[in-house]
């Protein structure tokens, strides 16, 4: 009985045991075919985009952070004291040069000139007798019948009245002036500010201003280049005119073009830099004085400049580099030196060659030696 136990018990290990190596033999011949050999993960070529490298003539540029600064920016005052009888612009108006703003009260200026003018009439008929006098002396000097005394009296009668008349015309044309300047008109054109002199006022000369105008049109850039651009930007003036593009902003294009007019004659200690000065139109007036702005100076030209996008462009400990599609599609890492931009492309002055292909997408998943699909875009 013993004995049939322990066959018993020996036949059912053996037929689990075989159950087991049977049900493994089927799952490898499921799961991997007979003949198919396990997939390398190092085999996977990864798809990249990828774009050519070309030559291209760019524009160089030099940027600057800058501000707007108005040509022309004067208090407007009061030659003549008086009350302020009208406001002819309203405050922020745009006004053309001549355009009348204020009126002082003419009628005393208006007086005095009437007086002028009658104190000439007056002293004119006096001049007229005082010569006709002095004929009539003459002719009776000559025939003996004047004493040559009271011939000297009457010539210096008519030059006394000569004098006075001068005197009298200087006097007329002084009101004159006087009463022009009761009209305050615009010596340029250009926008003024909030009114300090109300209606009614009563002002004085070289008191407070009664308003500010400011010249928009042509309007100023100014920036401050450092020492060893100074050296770039002389070049480029010598060799013609600079174009200067003024971006706003949050802006990537330019919408409005100048030319630097101005360079400072001495470079400041302290910062290493030079004040210098681009002028432009202002047409629309969309500028105004002490806005922040960029200004971009194209000081000369890179003509066979090796372009690869910007989005190409990695940064390690070394520097920057890109990677670039070699042999057997295998990722090839360059260290690079940049040159100036153009839109969405850089410059690249060294590290890569014209007709390679850079990879511009996944470089967070891809590195040095690694294996890729490329796909040109």
């Known amino acids: 009985m013993r004995s049939w136990k322990i066959a018993f018990a020996a036949t059912a290990v053996a037929t689990i045991v075989i159950g087991f190596v049977v049900l493994r033999r089927g799952e490898t011949l499921i799961g991997n075919p007979a003949g198919a050999a396990t997939p390398n993960p190092a085999a996977i070529a990864m798809p990249v985009p990828v774009a050519t490298i070309v030559k291209k003539a760019i524009p160089i540029y030099l940027d600057y952070s800058a501000r707007t600064e108005s040509v022309a920016n004067i208090s407007l005052q009061a030659k003549v004291p ?22 002082i009260d003419p009628r005393d200026f208006q007086a005095a000139l009437d007086q002028a003018k009658a104190q000439a009439q007056r002293d004119a008929a006096a001049l007229d007798y005082a010569r006709t006098n002095l004929e009539r002396g003459s002719a009776l000097a000559k025939s003996g019948n004047l004493a040559k005394d009271t011939l000297e009296q009457r010539a210096s009668t008519e030059g006394q009245a000569e004098a006075a008349l ?21 010596p340029f054109a250009g926008r003024l500010g909030r009114n300090q002199a109300p209606v009614g006022a009563l002002i004085s000369v070289a008191g407070a201003a009664l308003n500010t105008l400011v010249q928009l049109d042509p309007i100023y850039v100014t920036f401050n280049p450092s020492e060893t651009d100074l050296v770039e930007i002389q070049k480029a003036r010598a060799a013609g005119r600079i174009a200067a593009d003024i971006l706003m902003p949050g802006e990537t294009q330019a919408h409005h073009r100048g030319e630097l007019t101005f360079v400072d004659n001495t470079v400041d200690r302290s910062t290493g830099t030079i004040l210098a000065r681009a002028t432009l139109g202002n047409a629309d007036l969309s500028l105004l004085p002490g806005q922040y702005v960029r200004i971009r100076l194209a000081i000369g030209t890179e003509p066979d400049a090796l372009m690869v996008p910007q989005t190409a462009l990695g940064s390690s400990q070394l520097g920057k580099y890109v990677y670039v599609v070699g042999d057997g599609n295998k990722v090839d890492q360059r260290l690079v030196s940049l040159g100036p931009t153009d839109g969405a492309l850089v410059a690249v002055m060294k590290g890569v060659s014209e007709g390679e292909h850079v990879i511009n997408g996944n470089l967070q998943k891809i590195g040095p030696g690694a294996l890729v699909q490329p796909v040109l875009q």
């Open 82 to 103: 008086g009350y302020i009888r009208q406001q002819h612009a309203p405050d922020g108006a745009d006004v053309k040069e001549g355009d009348l703003l204020y009126t």
């Open 166 to 186: 001068a005197m009298d015309q200087a006097a007329v044309r002084t009101a004159e002036l006087n009463l022009s300047y009761t009209e305050i008109r615009a």
